[in-house]
């Protein structure tokens, strides 16, 4: 079982930025593929970015590239999120998810946070 809780989000305005960060509650931490995804209001939740087991490797979705990154420290059982250069149409809540494998595809991620919101002012 993992337990995931999100944090760092809020109010910004355009143009600012915000870190996310999501502690994990697991012995294994570096077995689990993270993912940051959004959803926006009256929209589909979809993937921001992952990162694999090590850190080596990262996806971002095209909205976000050059703008956001994805980072994990395995010793802290947490995954960031660094967002700069914020839009309005980066509001959304975003969750943090883990899957075991390498994916960006939704239903493969097996746990879940609660999610936080992000605001941006336009």
């Known amino acids: 079982q993992v337990q995931l809780v999100e944090s760092g989000g809020g109010l910004v305005q355009a143009g600012g930025s915000l870190r996310l960060s999501c502690a994990a509650s697991v012995r294994t931490f570096s077995s689990y593929v993270m993912g940051w995804f959004r959803q926006a209001p009256g929209k589909e939740r979809d993937v921001v970015a992952t990162i694999n087991w090590s850190g080596g490797n990262t996806y971002y979705a095209d909205s976000v590239k050059g703008r956001f990154t994805i980072s994990r420290d395995n010793l802290k059982n947490t995954v960031y999120l660094q967002m700069h250069s914020l839009k309005h149409e980066d509001t959304a809540v975003y969750y943090c998810?883990?899957?075991?494998?390498?994916?960006?595809?939704?239903?493969?991620?097996?746990?879940w946070g609660q999610g936080t919101q992000v605001t941006v002012s336009s």
């Open positions: 998810a883990a899957s075991p494998r390498w994916s960006q595809v939704l239903y493969e991620y097996d746990y």
